[in-house]
């Protein structure tokens, strides 16, 4: 395919029709259910063509990239779908243990994570994020290409990265079939320089977001995503791919959440989104971050009116600052709330969040922490497509059918371990032993559950 000069930052409209016509979006808009719209629609339990129409108008996304189309499961993230959850892994600069980050995508896998992306910084990157893939297949798989972009511009030309090196990263990462990326083309520079003369207790806490406005700083340049971002959009177009807008300006902290920073990004993520929207590129947005209980439904309100229901990506959010060594709990309350609120995908946190890159057991306890958070919220948007399985365990639980418990658990093995500690056998649970309310008005009750939703 011809590439346009970075230089030239629109398209003709005859390159963009030719671009856009084979993306899934665009298939959609066209009136045509693609395959994956009504396999997913099964899966899911709803109407195939009310999500023909959402995807058509960017109000879900199916993760993808047209390099691995038919080897992935089938991810939906939006209006009216079940809240998935993203596991994070990958080597920092100071703990580089590969065999670690396999188990951790072995995990991810197991235990029922719907997407894993790699944020290394350690080691041979390309090998790293080859080899993560294959370990997490059938899960869509997730990067941050600046992470890259930085280190390799570092270690090569002893200085920051040249421009054209965040596009030849980004191109080198679809072409191995990433298919979703965070892009940070939110901050621009004016919003850099605003925010390191700000007063927020934690200027940013977006690892991608500081290389990027420290690049802008020290060029005196624009952002390279927001500056060539019709180029970006061509090159997601063409492996019909997924951005996922990034949040430099998420509150790092609880007295910084919805400040004019976290919100002059906001509105620069929903005009980047309308433009790709009409290129048929897919796009989600990230978002906090910190804050209190009381702004997590504003929050998530605040973000579907300005993107006209764009899927959100939120990390937690964490509701205390002071949970260190417990961040997979505050996370996790502040993700159900969200979640019921119209949350489309959450991402994971450990108990090592703050503290150190996790091991594979945290990683194993921040998924499932972040499951029931998902889980929970599904019950009040979805209603009764998430309350069957509650049904279905309570059902078990007044039978003291122990197999059927331990199956309809986030973890089942973890289920039978506790209900054995002790060793004792018996009907009921050691916790009530004999004194079991089932057992005590079992021959008075009816033995038919109640009614399932």
Not at 426 to 449: A, D, H, Q, R, T
């Amino acid at each position: 395919m011809v590439r346009l000069p970075l230089n030239i930052k629109g398209l003709s409209l005859l390159f963009r029709c030719i671009l856009v016509v084979k993306t899934i979006m665009l298939e959609a808009r066209s009136g045509s259910t693609p395959d994956e719209v009504k396999a997913l629609a099964k899966l899911e339990g709803v109407d195939p063509d009310k999500l023909r129409r959402r995807l058509a108008d960017g109000r879900v996304i199916i993760i993808r990239n047209e390099r691995r189309k038919g080897r992935l499961k089938q991810v939906g993230i939006g209006e009216g779908l079940s809240t998935k959850v993203n596991v994070n892994i990958g080597t920092s600069a100071t703990v580089y243990n590969l065999e670690m980050e396999r188990e951790k995508a072995k995990i991810a896998v197991k235990y029922g994570s719907d997407t894993i992306m790699d944020l290394s910084t350690g080691g041979d990157l390309d090998e790293v994020r080859r080899i993560l893939m294959r370990e997490s297949e059938p899960l869509p798989f997730g990067t941050v290409p600046t992470y890259q972009t930085w280190i390799e511009g570092v270690k090569r030309y002893k200085t920051l990265p040249p421009e054209d090196l965040f596009f030849k990263v980004l191109e080198r990462q679809l072409k191995d079939g990433v298919d979703f990326m965070t892009i940070h083309a939110g901050i621009t520079r004016q919003v850099a320089e605003r925010m390191v003369r700000s007063d927020r207790v934690a200027p940013t806490v977006s690892r991608g977001g500081a290389m990027l406005a420290a690049w802008m700083l020290e060029n005196e340049r624009e952002n390279p995503y927001y500056k060539n971002w019709s180029y970006l959009l061509e090159l997601f177009a063409e492996y019909d791919a997924v951005i996922s807008l990034g949040d430099a300006l998420r509150p790092g902290a609880l007295m910084d959440a919805h400040d004019e920073l976290q919100i002059s990004e906001l509105i620069n993520q929903a005009k980047l989104l309308e433009s790709a929207r009409e290129m048929g590129v897919q796009v989600m947005v990230e978002g906090p971050g910190h804050m209190s209980l009381d702004k997590v439904a504003t929050d998530v309100k605040m973000m579907k009116s300005i993107t006209k229901g764009a899927p959100y990506y939120v990390l937690g959010p964490l509701v205390t600052d002071i949970a260190v060594g417990y961040d997979h709990i505050a996370s996790a309350i502040g993700a159900a709330i969200a979640a019921a609120e119209g949350a489309d995908l959450i991402c994971y946190l450990t108990p090592a969040e703050h503290l150190s890159l996790p091991d594979p057991e945290q990683v194993k306890e921040g998924l499932i922490a972040s499951r029931i958070a998902a889980h929970a919220g599904d019950i009040i948007k979805l209603g009764d497509r998430a309350l069957r399985r509650d049904y279905e365990m309570s059902v078990a639980r007044a039978k003291l059918d122990w197999r059927r418990v331990f199956k309809l658990s986030m973890d089942s093995e973890k289920a039978e371990r506790i209900y054995r500690q002790f060793g004792a056998e018996v009907e009921s649970c050691n916790m009530c032993g004999p004194y079991c309310v089932f057992l005590i008005l079992n021959k008075y009750v009816k033995k038919e559950g109640g009614k399932p939703p």
